[in-house]
């Protein structure tokens, strides 16, 4: 399309925080937020030893959709980022649809982005509990719940009885709430996070089809699956 409305929904999300609460562009300041969500999961990492596995994920993330897909598609992302949420509405669409085609995988990795953004570490608890629902294959829609019920940034999040209530409504057995409310996977959402850090990922959304950076569009993820198969 060449019309101005068009181009204009194709860009690539660009993150901006406004306000000393927030911070300003994602792309000057979010590497500062990072870098201290980094140590926090270095931190977490290091106390009381090895991090566990949830089961039905793996220790870089929670993989959805056919094992031999010619593609694999990394989102990096943090259930407290508006562009984040941004993305799983503009694109989210075009995501479900490549993997349930079978042209593509895609691994999740929820990361511990902006636990500054939040008085309660909400990224850090959203996190954990997407991977206490991970076993049960109901992750998509818990995610899609997550995005939906968004808290602002700068407050303190949803709390542990509705991060329990909507992976219920998402599909997740009853005994999920333990796993929620002890937090039992803190420590595997710092690992991801320190992972993610070493492989150069330093905003979110960061998109990846098989390990090369694409743009948030649904263009460039389709393009890129494409040239995979």
Not at 34 to 39: E, L, N, T
Not at 49 to 55: D, E, H, I, K, L
Not at 118 to 144: E, H, I, N
Request: charged share 15%; net charge positive.
């Amino acid at each position: 399309m060449t019309n101005k409305k068009a181009v204009k929904r194709n860009k690539p999300l660009v993150a901006q925080r406004k306000g000393p609460s927030t911070g300003m562009i994602v792309g000057i300041v979010v590497v500062l937020l990072f870098a201290a969500a980094v140590g926090f999961g270095l931190y977490k990492t290091q106390q009381g030893g090895q991090a566990s596995t949830p089961p039905g994920a793996t220790a870089s993330g929670i993989s959805v959709g056919q094992d031999n897909a010619k593609a694999t598609v990394d989102i990096f992302l943090d259930f407290q980022c508006p562009v984040c949420k941004q993305y799983e509405a503009q694109v989210g669409p075009t995501v479900d649809k490549l993997v349930a085609a079978g042209t593509a995988k895609v691994v999740y990795h929820p990361m511990a982005f902006l636990d500054r953004a939040s008085s309660s570490q909400y990224s850090t608890r959203s996190s954990a509990a997407a991977g206490c629902v991970a076993g049960s294959g109901v992750f998509p829609r818990y995610a899609k719940l997550l995005y939906a019920n968004q808290p602002e940034e700068g407050g303190s999040g949803l709390p542990d009885s509705q991060l329990v209530d909507l992976a219920k409504q998402a599909g997740a057995p009853a005994d999920v709430a333990g796993c929620i409310t002890g937090r039992t996977y803190a420590k595997w959402t710092a690992a991801l996070t320190d992972q993610a850090s070493k492989e150069g990922v330093n905003a979110t959304p960061t998109v990846k089809v098989n390990g090369k950076q694409v743009d948030n569009t649904s263009a460039a993820l389709e393009q890129a699956v494409q040239a995979a198969q």
